[in-house]
């Protein structure tokens, strides 16, 4: 019976010792961030454990835990038609509301669900409630385009399949079908989904051939650039929950199909050294020191390596594509962009790669809202079920369906 009593204050210490993470006192649901952070590594753990063992891929399990805990989860969609469809080959979620009398088109967004490229889809309940409330509250037809996987394809497959699906809705013979004013669609996503909802706006702004494009573009906490992990909010939020920055950075690995061994050339951004001649013409076009306001640089300084490994860009030259890294695109793509809506969060590894295209967008002409959070987190939109629901995931939801609503 003594042994019980020790054992179990001494467990109890252990949990909070794994449990507990030094967090910004801005930060929402604090204790709840880190039990859900806490969540993610064990189960990441345990799927790189079965990984080792050479059992299965790890991204592969730790999707298929995602969608049996998700099975769990049950969302009521009563005053939403919601059907699967396929468009040019593309899986999709069509997202429906009921016509009214006195309408006779609709407005639309097309969405792109994150994950890394490598997790979630349109079917899980989180986007499945995100996109009922966003085809609710808006009145509006959602399409949740269901790309392809990590491990299954890597780049730049995801890019064609959302390129693809899109497409083939802004057809005037399938927006008819849906009953959509092709002067009021929007292309948006998040995380993974806004690099590449932000890749195909910047693709679609140059299809010539092109007869409809969208009004918008809404881009959520979007990952957009593998030029530099060490911007401001790399450094400053390079342990925080959700995504730290080596998780930040195996994603980005996986999406290439790269070599693990390379992460931490990568972190200490060898792969762009002033002696790697491909990424020269690129540097101006992400330089944080002149695109990011003084508040958000504070005290933090550039990492810049003068000798790298050029073998890097040469193994892995999808890191200075901008199908894959839009942040990089040339001023000429960035002018023709549409009316844009960027969310970033203060406490998040990729606040600055959505602050710096806001101001580039901004440079290049285009009219930009710049929604950022003090007290939020990466990935906060999505995290509104119980019980993953944080107030932060309310907050972000409804100031990102009001600009939609004021503006699509």
């Known amino acids: 019976m003594r042994a019980v009593w020790v054992l179990l204050p001494a467990l109890a210490a252990l949990s909070a010792y794994y449990v507990y993470l030094p967090l910004p006192g801005?930060?929402?649901?604090?204790?709840?961030?880190?039990l859900l952070d806490a969540t993610f590594r064990a189960v990441q753990q345990t799927c790189h454990l079965i990984h080792y063992f050479r059992l299965s891929h790890h991204l592969i399990v730790l999707n298929y835990l995602i969608c049996t805990f998700d099975k769990l989860k049950s969302v009521s969609s009563e005053h939403i038609n919601i059907t699967d469809a396929v468009f040019d080959g593309v899986e999709v979620r069509v997202f429906e509301p009921?016509?009214?009398?006195?309408?006779?088109?609709?407005?639309s967004v097309v969405y792109i669900h994150g994950g890394g490229w490598a997790l979630a889809s349109?079917?899980?309940?989180?986007?499945n409630n995100l996109c009922r409330i966003m085809a609710e509250s808006l009145n509006a037809v959602v399409v949740s385009v269901e790309y392809r996987l990590v491990p299954e394809v890597c780049f730049p497959e995801q890019f064609h399949d959302a390129l693809r699906a899109t497409k083939h809705f802004l057809q005037p013979d399938v927006l008819a079908e849906y009953s959509v004013d092709p002067n009021r669609i929007a292309i948006s996503g998040d995380s993974a989904g806004g690099n590449l909802a932000a890749a195909v706006c910047q693709q679609l702004s140059k299809d010539e051939h092109l007869t409809i494009r969208p009004k918008l573009q809404a881009l959520i906490y979007p990952v957009l650039q593998a030029f530099d992990f060490n911007t401001p909010s790399y450094q400053q939020n390079m342990n925080m929950p959700v995504l730290p920055r080596y998780v930040m950075i195996n994603y980005w690995i996986d999406y290439?199909?790269?070599?693990?061994?390379?992460?931490?050339s990568l972190l200490i951004n060898n792969h762009t050294a002033l002696d790697v001649?491909?990424?020269?013409?690129?540097?101006g076009r992400l330089n944080w020191t002149s695109l990011l306001p003084s508040s958000f640089k504070k005290n933090y300084k550039p990492v810049v390596q003068p000798t790298g490994m050029a073998e890097i860009i040469q193994e892995i030259p999808a890191?200075?594509?901008?199908?894959?890294?839009?942040?990089?695109?040339?001023?000429?793509?960035?002018?023709?962009?549409?009316?844009?809506?960027?969310?970033?969060c203060e406490n998040d590894v990729l606040r600055d790669d959505g602050v710096m295209y806001a101001k580039r967008l901004e440079n290049a002409g285009v009219e930009v809202t710049l929604d950022h959070f003090d007290d939020c987190f990466h990935g906060c939109m999505i995290f509104t079920i119980w019980p993953t629901d944080f107030s932060a995931g309310i907050q972000t939801r409804n100031s990102y369906i009001k600009w939609l609503d004021e503006n699509l």
């Open 98 to 107: 009921p016509g009214k009398p006195d309408e006779t088109l609709k407005r």
């Open 256 to 264: 290439f199909n790269g070599n693990h061994d390379l992460a931490h």
């Open 122 to 127: 349109a079917r899980t309940s989180l986007y």
């Open 26 to 34: 801005t930060v929402s649901d604090s204790w709840k961030l880190m």
């Open 319 to 344: 890191l200075l594509d901008v199908r894959a890294v839009p942040l990089l695109a040339e001023n000429e793509t960035l002018q023709l962009q549409p009316k844009t809506y960027i969310l970033t």
């Open 277 to 283: 001649g491909q990424a020269l013409s690129y540097r």
